[in-house]
DNA sequence: TTAATTTGGTGTCTAAATAACACTTAATTT
DNA sequence: AAATTAAGTGTTATTTAGACACCAAATTAA
């Protein structure tokens, strides 16, 4: 194999933000590092890319390891390459975000990475540029979220619609007048309402809805402008 | 210095996606390639990253050795890791945009990498994934230009309205109705009409227009809805 | 010098989307 | 039976978008 000669090598991180929504609050999934340097400290799940795997198969494999879960959503959001950034050796990170359904992943916790679920808006300091990562992971989710129903990804198959308009609120920090919500989402028509009421939250009960996954599919990229003013995104 | 050991290292590219207005046309900026493999191919303008230089200080180095430019608008779009993308070793690239006023960069043509523009509707075959990266850095130019008054990055000091339209009418593969364009455009408050015309484009010739820089640092972020329904966008 | 040609520039009206706003209903608890 | 709690729903005003057509300025041709 005829190689590039005199030029340097590097490590190749992968660093998963992965976003989970427990029917209140958006969550970030976090671990305990396992190796030096900061070993112990509070950090995104990664792990250093291989010979013969891509990075979208890197970014699913570290996913996999932490939470078992295959066929998740993930997007790559950025690369880090400060020289800085690693005291160790010099290694670039590529961030993905990944949204999972949180109850599919409590089934599966592994003890191994001392891994909890933090409030989106208050979780610990992080090792290396990690906090940088998840602040982007946040405006890309809302830049996103703003144009694409890309927010199902993190509900179970049966939700309500308080529990999706906590959902959108803890994206944007914002508040939004419920009836305009509920009309704006309807008017998708990606839900399908459904007879059974979730009462857990509540004495009334909340009508249950889940996704047509058919038109979710079909109309993914179809600009659904689902926040109408964001001055939020920036 | 300590190291992770058994991990692989990796050559990490960074190739710049060029943009230019012409005053007509968008227009992307290419290079014949000066080495094997693929050695004078067409090819977007790259270079590797060195031990101490981060990423978007490579990505402007690169792009001042094609260009003389600096302090250009740049962004980082996508990393492109497949293993088999360059054949010769593994080689992962951090791929960016760039929007340059076309005009200064005639000034500083270098013979060296044999570059021409071409009209972003019509480039040749591309080297490796550089078509992937070429389109994906347009979507993204889509995607932030309705939203954020970044193609006046591609345009000179004074410019005409029309002008101003043929650019986002290439950007969008769209027409726009001249009224409510400069209407739209007008709104933002973004411009200063000048009182002297640009004669060479027509007869009865077009005001010019110049950028209030103030106005568009203190809104760029603030979500100005530039292309109110682009269903282009995906 | 007059007419024709070309491109630039402007205003109104209709339709659609957004935003503000308050009461009733269902079910449980007291 | 009354009180409590959260869910669910409709109307109106305002704003924004979209469709649409004529006049003006300057050069070129007759």
Redesign the interface.
């Known amino acids: 194999?005829?190689?590039?000669p005199g030029?340097?090598?590097?490590?190749?991180a992968v660093d998963c933000i992965i976003f989970g929504f427990d029917g209140e609050h958006l969550k970030l999934l976090l671990i305990k590092r396992g190796f030096?340097?900061e070993k112990g400290k509070w950090s995104l799940m990664g792990g250093?890319?291989?010979?013969?795997?891509?990075?979208d198969e890197a970014a699913n494999r570290i996913l996999r390891q932490l939470t078992g879960l295959e066929g998740v959503y993930m997007e790559?959001i950025?690369?880090?390459?400060?020289?800085e950034r690693d005291p160790?050796?010099?290694?670039?990170s590529?961030a993905y975000f990944a949204l999972i359904d949180i109850h599919q992943y409590e089934t599966h916790i592994s003890g191994e990475y001392q891994a909890e679920w933090f409030p989106i808006n208050k979780y610990p300091k992080l090792i290396f540029d990690h906090s940088n990562m998840v602040e982007s992971a946040r405006k890309r989710l809302r830049y996103k979220a703003s144009?694409h129903p890309i927010l199902f990804e993190l509900l179970p198959e049966k939700f309500t619609m308080p529990q999706l308009q906590y959902l959108y609120e803890d994206v944007y920090n914002a508040t939004f007048d419920k009836r305009n919500f509920s009309r704006k989402i309807l008017s998708t028509n990606l839900l399908m309402k459904q007879k059974d009421k979730d009462k857990s939250a509540s004495k009334k009960g909340a009508f249950y809805y889940k996704l047509n996954k058919r038109r979710y599919n079909d109309n993914f990229?179809?600009?659904l402008k689902l926040i109408p003013?964001?001055?939020h995104?920036?």
């Open positions: 194999m005829t190689r590039y030029q340097k090598r590097f490590l190749i030096e340097p250093f890319v291989q010979s013969e795997e891509s990075l790559q950025e690369t880090l390459g400060d020289p160790v050796e010099r290694t670039l590529v144009l990229d179809s600009f003013n964001p001055d995104l920036i």
